[in-house]
């Protein structure tokens, strides 16, 4: 019996031993295999779920900044496109329907066509204050006034002569631009006295151009009101009612009137967003950028071909 508990005990602890034996052996296995708890996450995640192969592209964050920096609103090549197509209209109306009419389709037309001036010297002020050289700015809008001249006596000269209407409109343009030029110069050679006199006679000179002298004033207080939008649009109105009171009383009583709807461009100004738009950089930049110069004096000598050969 004596012998027979002995190898039950010697038994006992040997199966003892092999079993706190087997638990060190799976300690050790489980410590050496183990991954610490903040590295869990990456070791158990998928190769195809690491967070650099979610990286945006360079292509997806030029999306979102030009995304980013694009406003509502109209640009400045959209309203330039507008004022061109209005300007067109207009210019049609008069071909068509010769003289001062008063058919509905001519009068609606010469209504579309009140959009172009004011916003065309919204954008002589405004370009002012973007332009790198003044100088070559008017002498831009002199040299174009000088090739628009004589289709546009050709298709007008019938209806506008001297002194009311008989240059065209750059001409009043360059005139408005260089007022203001001399207006906000800072030259000490020019007193302010001088300054006075210099503004008055480039006012004065355009009073023969098309939206004669109002048309040149108002660009000069579009200009002055530089960043207040209600400002300039109270000059505009103010001027153009002066012209539309002079062309009443020395032209003719119903397109006088006519004249006041130039207020029709206000809420498409207001539109605007200060930018320029599509089509702003390259070669389809500097398309846009002559575009108005071109097409006034382009359309006006088709226009006068079609009238002298109609």
Same mark, same amino acid.
């Given at each position: 019996?004596?012998?027979?508990?002995?190898?039950?005990?010697?038994?006992?602890?040997?199966?003892?031993?092999?079993?706190?034996?087997?638990?060190?052996? &799976?300690?050790?296995? /489980?410590?050496?295999?183990?991954?610490?708890?903040?590295? /869990?996450?990456?070791?158990?995640?998928?190769?195809? !779920?690491?967070?650099? /192969?979610?990286?945006?592209?360079?292509?997806?964050?030029?999306?979102?900044?030009?995304?980013?920096?694009?406003?509502?609103?109209?640009?400045? @090549?959209?309203?330039?496109?507008?004022?061109?197509?209005?300007?067109?209209?207009?210019?049609?109306?008069?071909?068509?329907?010769?003289?001062?009419?008063?058919?509905?389709?001519?009068?609606?037309?010469?209504?579309?066509?009140?959009?172009?001036?004011?916003?065309?010297?919204?954008?002589?002020?405004?370009? *002012?204050?973007?332009?790198?050289? #003044?100088?070559?700015?008017? /002498?831009?809008? !002199?040299? +174009?006034?000088?090739?628009?001249?004589?289709? *546009?006596?050709?298709?007008?000269?019938?209806? +506008?002569?001297?002194?009311?209407?008989?240059?065209?409109?750059?001409?009043?343009?360059?005139?408005?631009?260089? &007022?203001?030029?001399? *207006? %906000?110069?800072?030259?000490?050679?020019?007193?302010?006295?001088?300054?006075?006199?210099?503004?008055?006679?480039?006012?004065?000179?355009? +009073?023969?151009?098309?939206?004669?002298?109002?048309?040149? #004033?108002?660009?000069?207080?579009?200009?002055?009101?530089?960043?207040?939008?209600?400002?300039?649009?109270?000059?505009?109105?103010?001027?153009?009612?002066?012209?539309?009171? #002079? *062309?009443?009383?020395?032209?003719?009583?119903?397109?006088?009137?006519?004249?006041?709807?130039?207020?029709?461009?206000?809420?498409?100004?207001?539109?605007? @967003?200060?930018?320029?738009?599509?089509?702003?950089?390259?070669?389809?930049?500097?398309?846009? %950028?002559?575009?108005?110069?071109?097409?006034?004096?382009?359309?006006?000598?088709?226009?006068?071909?079609?009238?002298?050969?109609?």
């Amino acid at each position: 019996m004596t012998t027979q508990a002995n190898t039950i005990t010697t038994t006992t602890a040997a199966t003892a031993a092999t079993a706190g034996a087997s638990a060190a052996v &799976a300690v050790a296995v /489980a410590a050496a295999t183990s991954v610490p708890a903040a590295l /869990a996450p990456i070791a158990s995640a998928p190769p195809a !779920l690491v967070p650099i /192969a979610s990286a945006p592209t360079a292509t997806t964050t030029t999306l979102r900044q030009t995304a980013a920096t694009v406003r509502a609103g109209l640009s400045g @090549n959209a309203l330039k496109i507008i004022a061109i197509v209005a300007m067109t209209c207009d210019h049609l109306a008069w071909l068509i329907f010769p003289g001062f009419s008063t058919h509905p389709i001519a009068l609606s037309m010469h209504v579309v066509g009140r959009l172009t001036a004011p916003i065309m010297m919204y954008f002589i002020a405004q370009g *002012y204050y973007h332009t790198r050289d #003044v100088k070559r700015y008017v /002498a831009r809008l !002199l040299a +174009f006034a000088l090739l628009a001249q004589l289709p *546009y006596s050709l298709l007008f000269g019938d209806t +506008f002569t001297f002194p009311f209407g008989g240059l065209n409109v750059m001409w009043t343009f360059a005139m408005g631009l260089t &007022a203001l030029a001399i *207006y %906000k110069s800072d030259n000490p050679r020019l007193r302010p006295w001088m300054k006075q006199i210099l503004v008055w006679a480039c006012l004065f000179a355009a +009073f023969p151009g098309d939206w004669s002298m109002p048309g040149a #004033v108002a660009i000069l207080y579009m200009g002055r009101n530089h960043g207040n939008f209600k400002r300039q649009m109270l000059f505009l109105m103010l001027w153009m009612a002066c012209y539309a009171l #002079v *062309y009443a009383l020395a032209i003719d009583p119903l397109y006088g009137c006519l004249q006041l709807l130039v207020c029709l461009a206000i809420p498409l100004l207001a539109c605007y @967003n200060g930018q320029r738009g599509a089509f702003s950089s390259g070669t389809a930049g500097k398309v846009m %950028k002559w575009l108005f110069y071109i097409y006034y004096p382009a359309h006006l000598l088709l226009l006068s071909l079609v009238k002298l050969l109609g």
